[in-house]
């Protein structure tokens, strides 16, 4: 039996210039953290000649090949295994489509549980590429690559997407006071509505590829305030942290007439009343997790209640991928 799991993540600055369609031309920058919400991924050989696999459908079949699930047959294709006799189930603490980066989570806590089984030691990087390789190359989905990094690395990390393809990793500078007062004064909730970022993606990575210079220019912006984030964090600014989120989720709205909605709109501007600094959608928009910084949680918490929204609580994860059992 081998269990692994893998973390969700939010975005703190620079959201939507890792996908390939940006970065190969212009480089791309941002910030992410991984929480303390996951994807999980058992796996364990049975005494069936056959493969046994639970997401939301079950499939049995005799070969990998036959496997519908895209993310799971390429998978089980890119690392080799033969054996088969095998049942992989997964299970999650957020529902699929809220914007927390969960197909990615999903990808690399198996390729982790696969590599496990194949007893192969695998680096951070290496999981993320490998993820990244099915999902973007093999697959062919209209995302970036934040969420398998993410997901493989943990903590609060700044990733640089190179036009070479490669990615540089490297920690957030932030003092313990200030990650803290971070971890205390953001807070996530849900809006009831689970979308695929397909859609709202593809356009992103159409218009980029025709060289729409709107939407590049757009982009553009997005990374030097990823930039901004980045320094205002390490210097312990949490309210311009904060402010700059604001003026991301303006920018962010233009890129796509399917970012936001009327529910959301008044959601949002809900928390601003009532003393959220700083805020914004996660995820590619409409739907999924908003989320604000504020110094007065209580007055959000009830203002946010009133209007139907489930608080999600979390603390940031440093561990990344990980095995939980192996025997």
């Not at 893998?6 to 939507?16: E, Q």
């Not at 496997?67 to 957020?94: G, V, Y």
């Not at 996530?188 to 709107?214: C, I, M, P, W």
């Not at 796509?256 to 959601?267: L, R």
Request: overall charge negative.
């Amino acid at each position: 039996m081998i269990i692994t799991r893998s973390p969700l993540r939010i975005t703190l600055g620079g959201g939507g210039t890792d996908l390939p369609s940006y970065y190969r031309e212009h480089t791309g920058f941002l910030i992410a953290a991984a929480i303390d919400k996951y994807v999980y991924i058992t796996l364990h050989e049975t005494f069936e000649q056959e493969l046994i696999v639970k997401y939301a459908k079950m499939e049995r079949v005799k070969a990998i090949d036959q496997i519908q699930h895209p993310i799971i047959r390429e998978a089980l294709r890119l690392t080799h295994i033969e054996t088969p006799h095998l049942e992989i189930n997964s299970l999650a603490d957020i529902p699929a489509g809220t914007g927390l980066g969960s197909s990615g989570s999903f990808t690399t806590a198996l390729l982790k549980a696969l590599h496990t089984h194949e007893k192969n030691l695998m680096h951070p990087r290496e999981l993320a590429e490998q993820a990244c390789r099915i999902e973007i190359d093999i697959l062919g989905e209209p995302i970036g690559k934040q969420d398998q990094y993410i997901a493989a690395f943990g903590g609060l990390t700044c990733f640089r997407f190179n036009k070479d393809d490669t990615v540089e990793a490297w920690p957030l500078k932030i003092s313990k006071d200030i990650l803290y007062s971070l971890e205390e004064n953001l807070l996530l909730f849900y809006t009831g509505h689970s979308r695929s970022a397909s859609d709202v993606l593809k356009e992103q990575k159409d218009k980029t590829l025709s060289n729409d210079k709107e939407m590049i220019s757009n982009l553009h912006f997005i990374k030097e305030l990823g930039i901004e984030s980045q320094k205002a964090l390490e210097e312990g600014r949490l309210h311009q942290f904060a402010e700059l989120m604001n003026i991301h989720w303006e920018h962010k709205k233009k890129r796509s007439g399917n970012m936001t909605n009327p529910k959301i709109e008044q959601w949002y501007h809900t928390a601003l009343d009532h003393g959220a600094i700083g805020g914004k959608l996660i995820g590619a928009g409409g739907g999924g997790f908003l989320m604000f910084y504020t110094e007065d949680k209580i007055a959000i918490r009830n203002a946010m209640q009133k209007e139907g929204l489930e608080e999600v609580r979390f603390r940031f994860d440093f561990e990344g991928t990980k095995i939980v059992v192996q025997s």
